[in-house]
């Protein structure tokens, strides 16, 4: 196990590749779909169909998507005309429902692992990053929210069709003041000199700023470069290996800066912070979502509430092993944080939260393929039917809080007329059995992103003109 400088040389070694990844994972990767016409068609026959919102299934439906969007539903037989291209899909009564959301990853940090750090070169983990993108839209995710890391360039490649991968909403760097969660910089690199700047800074993986005037140009800087909101460092952390969890970061004209800059762009501002007076000062500054927030009290939650804002809480309970050593400060720090995720959740649903869904999954290849797991975990506080909408329509009307800085047109996280058509046929009744989603390769028969088919195990007839 890694002393303190040695975990801060590690996460900084991460940074520095700028996009890693697994090179173990056992899920194929899919090919790039071509990107669908508006003269292909594919027919669902005969699906149930979860919608985003219900808490029940429909009767049995046909749903048919024409280039990337849904055009129709119908509880009757749909004949298109002929003369256009059609893949019809047989159902046979199982669940089609929109496509997951991870509202808080790093895609460019989630399956890094220290071996790969230490002994691969850059060439081969910008290739692993590649895999893990796909390896992600296999298990079911097709849109995450990605709140900092060097992404823009997967993302890129991505929306192209040069490798196949979610939609992603980019932090871009996130924005962390000098000693905060963010500040990943060695202890022979302290103190810095003006307008020095670390490794992982140079990269595009954090930033640090240390005063309204630098936190602004910061936020401008990755709004220049496509982000879709901004990201900041507002209290301590677990991985970080110089600040308590208890701390508060940044003041109120810091945080404001960026949302002031953030606001000028139709956008906002997250930020990462665990604590009471973290979250009040954030909430001060103008922030829109709050995410963590494990250690918050009755109090704050009800603040949160009335004034409207996004709480995008993780399901972080300790039933994996834990990277760091026990007794160290970081697993001291990450017991106390998942001490507090009953009772976080509870005040969530106590006040009417408005609660997101996601993983937040760091330097972990196994934990990485769990992903739709820690969705199943949410039973442990909500219904299947509270859990799945979270993950779809809950996490795309967060994802549409990015206004004209959003990514992607058209709606998402539902199964209705005009929506996007991003969606997945599974084996059986989530609504029933959560469960279904923690095992994607075998229980999603049908995965489709941007009306573009990336897996199909289900029956289906040939196409035809």
């Given amino acids: 196990m890694w002393y303190p400088l040695n975990i801060a040389f590690l996460i900084l070694m991460c940074f520095t590749t700028a996009m ?3 090179a173990d994972s056992s899920a194929p990767a899919p090919a790039p779909a071509p990107k669908p016409t508006p003269t292909h068609r594919v027919l669902f026959e005969a699906v149930r169909v979860f919608d985003g919102t219900a808490e029940q299934l429909t009767e ?4 048919l998507v024409v280039g990337n969007r849904i055009v129709q539903l119908s509880a009757e037989p749909i004949a298109p005309p002929a003369e256009l291209e059609l893949t019809c899909i047989q159902g046979a009564g199982r669940t089609l429902m929109p496509g997951l959301i991870d509202a808080h990853t790093h895609v460019m ?7 790969a750090i230490l002994t691969s070169d850059l060439g081969f983990l ?3 990053a590649t895999k893990a993108a796909a390896d992600m839209l296999l298990r079911g995710f097709t849109s995450i929210r990605d709140l900092g890391g060097p992404v823009f360039g997967l993302k890129r490649g991505i929306d192209l069709g040069l490798v196949p991968g979610p939609r992603i909403w980019p932090a871009g760097a996130f924005i962390s003041q000098s000693g905060g969660h963010g ?4 202890p022979s690199e302290l103190p810095a000199a003006p307008d020095a700047f670390s490794f992982s800074e140079r990269v595009g993986a954090a930033v640090i700023a240390d005063s309204p005037d630098a936190v602004r140009k910061r936020a401008r800087e990755q709004l220049a470069l496509g982000a879709s909101q901004i990201k900041l460092m507002a209290g301590g952390g677990v991985a970080s290996s110089y600040d308590p969890l208890d ?9 404001r800066a960026a949302v002031e800059a953030a606001e000028n762009w139709g956008t906002y501002v997250a930020v990462h912070a665990y604590t009471p007076r973290a979250v009040r000062q954030a909430i001060e500054a103008g922030v829109a979502s709050i995410e963590h927030g494990q250690l918050l009290d009755e109090a704050t939650v009800r603040l949160i509430a009335e004034q409207d804002l996004w709480w995008s809480l993780q399901p972080f309970i300790d039933d994996q092993p834990s990277p760091y050593a026990e007794g160290s400060m970081n697993r ?5 944080m998942y001490a507090g995720t009953d009772r976080a959740y509870r005040l969530a649903k106590q006040f009417g939260v408005k609660t997101a869904w996601g993983t937040d999954i760091l330097f972990n290849a196994e934990n990485a393929k769990r992903q739709g797991a820690k969705l199943a975990a949410m039973t442990r506080w909500y219904t299947p039917a509270e859990a799945l909408r979270m993950a779809t329509a809950d996490n795309a009307e967060l994802l549409a809080l990015s206004g004209p800085r959003s990514p992607y047109e058209g709606k998402l996280g539902v199964v209705e007329e005009g ?16 469960s279904l989603v923690a095992d994607p390769a075998n229980n999603f028969l049908v995965i489709m992103k941007d009306g573009s088919i990336y897996k199909n195990t289900a029956v289906q007839s040939l196409q035809q003109k």
């Fill in 419 to 434: 929506a996007l058509a991003d969606l997945l046929l599974v084996d059986g009744n989530p609504l029933e059995d959560l």
């Fill in 60 to 63: 049995p439906m046909q749903v």
């Fill in 109 to 115: 940090y989630a399956t890094l692992s220290q071996q």
């Fill in 20 to 22: 890693a990844a697994s």
């Fill in 332 to 336: 001291r720090k990450q017991l106390a």
């Fill in 183 to 186: 500040d990943f910089r060695l």
């Fill in 126 to 128: 910008n290739v692993a």
């Fill in 247 to 255: 701390v508060t970061q940044y003041t109120v004209p810091e945080l």
